[in-house]
């Protein structure tokens, strides 16, 4: 009974601008993925073609790329050198 008197339906919630304009763009969003998630479904082989051709094209580009930018003795280690400002001496 208590949590009648801080709970609302959720008709009686009111919400500011930011919380109206972020859930018209989340609905468009949704709304976006729905349209483009039903026009990839009416094209399913034509999908599942493509999925497989970029698959193997992945592979092939992988096998092809030169390695040149990863030393063959890489310990997994980053290291970084910075330089802070020089302070002012203190005056007394």
Do not use: C
Request: hydrophobic content about 45%.
């Amino acid at each position: 009974m208590l949590a009648s008197l801080f709970l609302r339906p959720p008709g009686e919630e009111r919400h500011g601008r930011l919380y109206n304009s972020m859930e018209r763009f989340f609905d468009g969003l949704r709304n976006l993925y729905e349209r483009t998630l039903r026009r990839v479904l009416n094209y399913r082989r034509i999908t599942i073609a493509v999925v497989l051709l970029m698959t193997v094209v992945t592979v092939w580009l992988f096998a092809k790329m030169p390695t040149g930018l990863l030393p063959t003795d890489d310990i997994g280690a980053i290291f970084a050198i910075t330089e802070g400002a020089q302070a002012l001496p203190l005056r007394t």
